[in-house]
């Protein structure tokens, strides 16, 4: 108990720490021009690396990934911080888990060299060819024109490091969704190396998961202390009850998708790599499913506020929606739920046999 | 003693002693997670001898005291395997006896829930009084050292084959409606009592239970006169975690799971968008036990989780069972004993079973209510 108890008031702590740090350098109200520049903030990111937040998820800490990055990145989550942490915090790890052959860490960790993770998929093809160069192209990569380096995932989990300065890479920024650094990655006979990054996808994914299921509920909160001050006919709409029942809907989304989220960190810190897909799959879906669920409930119950841009609700529902398809595409994730749930041994099996024997 | 296993330890004793006492029979017996039939009443005692139907209360009154989580975990598995649960005895009636119950009452009624020898009806619900529970109006009226009850309940599920009725009687016609209700321990087999049979969509039967001035000694009012309110709110609470269909939900899951592993079934892609779809929805339904149990293992009282849960469980079930049976197939919906049918016919029965629990237990839009209120903070409408 003692010890569970000291990593709670830890979490709260680094948790308590970074809110006041994102509502300093990151609030939600800056979040359209950070859009509109479209690049990261580099001197606000060495500061995240200063603070040792770029390290939080360490493989060689105990607990680090369900307790400390878990405490980051919701509190990133809930102001939709648009610089990609949780790429960097998952590529961070995997090198952590490899042993870090290629002596990244450091500068990762310290925030002065940005590392980004592109997986192609649905959102593009990279050719690797017999002298080892890439060539393709890839879209909806996270930051990669504010970032140094890239980790290309290819179809066959082969992955390589790809160095933005390499004359083989260019960015080409695209107009989208969701606004800032989001471009398209196209690759011509670019020098890579070849880069162990075990368990990126499932860090990722349960990161992801974690920041969806925190923007949720952050936007839960705003839209209940909204409807609370809003009055029509005579009372607050809040005390309406189809209202209520919009909102309570939304609140068990967002505690199964916090649920979830909190279990796939768990298990991508356990030995279990089958365990670790299965639960990071299914936790980023049902997060990031629910994310945009609760964000068009909210937006019915905010009205034509919510449609403007005076309010911040439209932030919330364009990144949910955008969501859906980072780290692979919600496709691929229900590919490896179905994948692990047809290898499992069931309950069931097992009574099968018993009887059989009997 | 008896020492309190691990979760993992308790889950693997009951799995081996489902293994030895399984009987096949009893899946087929029709839906009531009590002892109805023969073969459910001999089940029930041997799960009883291994003192697992008293996991709510201590040894003094023949339970083990190991708490509210363990009697969930062992629903779990029981229902999974499509055996009696005895959940109104053991997770909702009998602890809130314990809590609230004379000396004379536990000692009499406990120990042989514990032992699986005591089947409870709840006597709640009245034609006038659902979702509005509190406007119940069955009357109980003080004569001497007896009550004497008139009235009638409804959808009293149990009462054709209880030995007793856990009744809820307004004792208090001036008091405001919520503090005018005392709880009863009724011998089913009263004078005066009438059970009348309802059908339902599901093929079993639920019964109106008419009280015709029933006479009950005094000694079975459980509790303080006129508190009877919070008890039964207590119980409900409880019921939310224990009696909704987490194990057969669970069950779902795995049916559907073999019957897409089989050869040619796991290669149509439909199927296989199907059972990850049905599997992000079952998991997300199920994470908030994940949250209870952390409540229940710091010792607080898992409402918010419990509250959700209901809510997430039915509803989950009722559409799992409608997106199977729009995608495998009309032989699906071959009731169970039609040798032609798909999955066994699970989800012909799970669609017509699972109607009533986004209803009963606090139909949803009740839970939505209390959701709102009491965890988000909303303002009430009136």
Known sequence: ?358 | MNPRPTYDEFRERVRAFIEREYDPVIPLQGPFPQADTPEKKSFLRKVGRQGWLGLGWGPEYGGLGWGADYQHLLQQELEYAGLPTCSIESAMVGPTLARHGSEALKERFLPAIARGELSVALGYSEAGAGSDLASLSLRARRDGDEWVLDGEKMWTSAAHFADVIWLAARTDFEAPKHRGISIFLVDADSPGIAVSRIGTMHDDRTNIVHFEHVRVPADRLVGEENAGWRYLIEALDLERLSAFPVGNLRRDLDELTAWVRENSRKDDPALLRLLAEATVSVEAALSHVDDAFDLLASGERPARAATMLKVAVSECRQDLADRILDEVGPRALLRRDDPGTTLAGRFEDAWRREIISSIAGGANEIQRDLIARRHLGLPRGD
């Open chain 1, 1 to 358: 108990m003692g010890e569970a108890a000291a990593r709670r008031e830890e979490s709260a702590l680094l948790a308590a720490c970074a809110r006041s740090f994102f509502a300093d350098r990151a609030p939600l109200r800056h979040l359209g021009d950070a859009e509109r520049d479209g690049r990261i903030e580099r001197d606000r990111w060495r500061a995240l690396g200063e603070l040792g937040w770029l390290g939080v998820s360490n493989p060689s800490e105990p607990g680090a990934l369900a307790v400390h990055a878990a405490a980051l990145v919701a509190e990133a989550g809930r102001v939709l911080f648009p610089d990609p942490l949780v790429g960097v915090l998952a590529v961070a790890r995997a090198l952590g888990v490899a042993g870090d052959p290629h002596s990244l860490l450091a500068e990762v960790t310290a925030g002065s060299r940005i590392i980004a993770p592109v997986l192609t998929g649905a959102g593009g093809r990279v050719e690797v060819s017999s002298r080892g160069r890439l060539s393709g192209s890839v879209a909806f990569v996270e930051s990669p024109d504010g970032a140094d380096a890239f980790v290309v995932l290819g179809s066959t989990d082969e992955s390589f490091l790809v160095d933005a300065e390499d004359p083989g890479a260019a960015v080409r920024p695209m107009r989208a969704m969701v606004g800032g650094a989001w471009s398209e990655l196209v690759l011509t006979r670019a020098a890579a190396i070849r880069i162990p990054v075990p368990g990126l996808v499932e860090t990722g994914a349960a990161l992801a998961a974690t920041f969806a299921a925190a923007a949720a509920g952050a936007l839960l909160e705003a839209t209940v202390a909204y409807v609370a001050g809003r009055r029509q006919f005579g009372r607050p709409i809040g005390s309406f009850q189809a209202v209520q029942h919009s909102l309570a809907s939304s609140a068990i989304a967002v505690d199964q998708s916090r649920a979830l989220a909190r279990r796939a960190l768990a298990a991508v810190e356990g030995e279990d790599l089958p365990a670790a897909r299965y639960a990071s799959a299914l936790a980023f879906v049902a997060a990031t499913d629910r994310f945009v669920d609760v964000a068009r409930r909210c937006h019915q119950v905010w009205g034509g506020m919510g449609f403007s841009t005076e309010s911040d609700v439209h932030h919330f529902s364009r990144r949910a929606r955008w969501m859906k398809q980072t780290w692979g595409g919600r496709t691929r994730h229900l590919d490896a739920v179905a994948n692990e749930r047809l290898r499992t041994k069931l309950l069931l099996d097992r009574y099968a046999e018993a009887r059989a024997l009997s």
